[in-house]
């Protein structure tokens, strides 16, 4: 629910025409309903927290919503943590709390490192999916259900460009105007396609996804431990 709340959010800041196939909601119903459609998601699921009594997943729970916040206004460092992953791992460690684990046992720590490798892997890869989009930046990708090459158009320096701009100097000075002035969109991505940047994005999604499976390796074997390592694989080899 915290999740489809950020997306409802997301869609209004980033003026997108499409979410999973579908028109937005910004585009199908205006910002004004989005935004208040969010917050009663918000609303709906702070009730059900609170419902479930437990102290200390309800803090986890309730910090995530200022990360998701704090991930959106940063976008550059910690992002990855803070936008995506800190829903992942705090929802894992929320999730065996109320399995039942016992202060001291180590099963939460177990539960959050997973879920923030597995969070940070997840995206490096969406950003990687914008870069591979095939469709023309702002409109329809019908594999990915939005629209691609939305990053660049936002401003924003993700993996790829960060990695390309060690290949290339002068992508230092169009990420520094934010990709603003003239045809810098097009010559962002001209260098991210000339550099080994995806690549390299891709090897640190594995290594992000491979140390998630590290971490299951301290659990016992069962069907849910086997579950999560076809998880963490398909979030590393996901198309959309
Ligand atoms: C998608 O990013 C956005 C998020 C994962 C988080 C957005 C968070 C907020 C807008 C803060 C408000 C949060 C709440 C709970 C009210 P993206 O634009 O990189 O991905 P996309 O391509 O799927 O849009
Ligand atoms: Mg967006």
């Known amino acids: 629910m915290l999740h489809t709340a950020s997306l409802l959010h997301d869609d209004v800041i ?8 579908a028109p937005s909601a910004p585009s199908k119903f ?6 208040l459609g969010g917050n009663f998601i918000l609303g ?3 009730t059900a927290l609170a419902r479930l009594g437990d102290a200390e997943v309800t803090q986890l729970i309730a910090s995530v919503i200022s990360n998701l916040v704090e991930g959106e206004i ?20 929320s999730a065996v709390v109320l399995g039942g684990c016992e202060e001291g046992e180590v099963w939460k720590d177990i539960a959050y490192a997973y879920g923030r490798n597995v969070g940070i892997a997840f995206q490096l890869i969406d950003d990687i999916l914008d870069y591979e989009s095939t469709s023309t930046p702002g409109s329809a990708d019908l594999t990915l259900g939005k629209p691609g090459g939305a990053d660049l158009q936002l401003g924003l320096a993700t993996g790829p460009a960060l990695y390309a701009w060690e ?3 002068e992508m230092g000075e169009l990420i520094g105007r934010k990709f603003e002035g003239p045809g810098d969109v097009e010559m962002a991505r001209s260098l991210v396609h000339r550099s080994s940047g995806v690549h390299r994005t891709k090897l ?21 431990k086997r579950g999560l390592v ?3 694989e398909r979030v590393v080899g996901r198309r959309s």
């Open 14 to 21: 980033d003026a997108s025409p499409l979410r999973r196939g």
């Open 204 to 224: 640190l999604a594995k290594e992000f996804a491979e140390k998630a499976k590290e971490v299951l390796d301290e659990l016992p074997e069962s069907v849910a």
């Open 30 to 35: 205006g910002s004004k309903l989005s935004v």
């Open 167 to 169: 290949e290339f100097p």
């Open 230 to 232: 076809a998880l963490t």
């Open 44 to 46: 709906r699921a702070s």
């Open 74 to 93: 940063l976008q550059m460092r910690d992002k990855t943590y803070l936008k995506t992953a800190s829903l992942m791992a705090k929802g894992a460690r």
